[in-house]
Nanobody
């Protein structure tokens, strides 16, 4: 059974930083692309950043380029999202997700990800 668990969210002032972590068990972690998605109230879920199974391919949505950094530690089955220079508009529930298929890169399309965590709330105050 695949389990995906996020941690690291919280309340931070604008300009601050947070580091999200995600562990995935029940699968061969280093065979899957992974991603971070977010959903704000009243908005659709969007792909924030995704990373290929080896870490060689990265995707960032334009609004976070230069501020967020995705990385993974395949030895520890863990995915990270370092978020710097946070803005109020980054406030959302952040979800970690696993690509549906092994060794497949399709950037950050929500429909291509099959296993999801419960989410961790990020709130940025102005």
């Amino acid at each position: 059974q695949v389990q995906v668990v996020e941690s690291g969210g919280g309340l931070v002032q604008a300009g601050g930083s947070l580091r999200l972590s995600c562990t995935a068990s029940g699968l061969t972690f280093d065979a899957y692309a992974m991603g971070w998605f977010r959903q704000a109230p009243g908005k659709e879920r969007e792909g924030v950043s995704c990373i290929s199974w080896s870490g060689g391919r990265l995707y960032y949505v334009d609004s976070v380029k230069g501020r967020f950094t995705i990385s993974r530690d395949n030895a520890k089955d863990t995915l990270f999202l370092q978020m710097n220079s946070l803005k109020p508009e980054d406030t959302a529930m952040y979800y970690c997700a696993v690509q549906k298929y092994t060794y497949t890169w399709r950037a950050c399309h929500t429909a291509d990800f099959g296993y999801w965590g419960q989410g961790t709330q990020v709130t940025v105050s102005s």
